[in-house]
């Protein structure tokens, strides 16, 4: 119990450290942003994160009331484009452990992930 609350404390640190040093924070879309990430408010650059998880959702929007596309487990590799609230809007680096292919792009909550890179 004492881990997951550190590892949430760590993400939610990282996360703010990686928003100030390289967001962007728009009043319109980036120029990325012509799909489902046009629900973005803040944008990133080149941040990959790890899923900390087993079972973790990847939905087609910022909430769970969007349809899940899949399922992400523990060490799925994603990339971070941009956030909204809680949730952060990813692209796949590479295929999931669940089958999911590489490059697919959808939602994820932020405390399921443990570590972003920048």
């Known amino acids: 119990m004492i881990r997951r609350l550190a590892l949430r404390?760590?993400?939610?640190?990282a996360l703010a450290m990686a928003a100030?040093?390289?967001?962007?924070?728009t009043t319109a879309p980036a120029?990325?942003?012509?799909?489902?990430n046009s629900k973005c408010t803040v944008n990133f650059r080149n941040f990959g994160g790890t899923v900390g998880k087993n079972g973790w959702h990847y939905r087609s929007g910022p909430g769970t009331g969007y349809a899940s596309r899949g399922l992400l487990y523990r060490g799925d590799k994603l990339t971070v484009l941009c956030s909204?609230?809680?949730w952060?809007?990813?692209q796949?680096?590479?295929r999931s452990v669940s089958g999911?292919?590489?490059?697919?792009?959808?939602w994820v909550r932020?405390?399921?992930?443990?570590?972003?890179?920048g």
């Open 100 to 106: 999911l292919p590489k490059g697919a792009k959808g």
């Open 110 to 117: 932020q405390d399921g992930l443990l570590e972003l890179a």
């Open 9 to 13: 404390s760590v993400t939610s640190a």
């Open 20 to 25: 100030a040093a390289a967001v962007t924070v």
């Open 31 to 36: 120029a990325h942003a012509l799909g489902e």
């Open 92 to 94: 796949l680096s590479r």
């Open 88 to 90: 952060v809007y990813t």
């Open 84 to 86: 909204r609230n809680d």
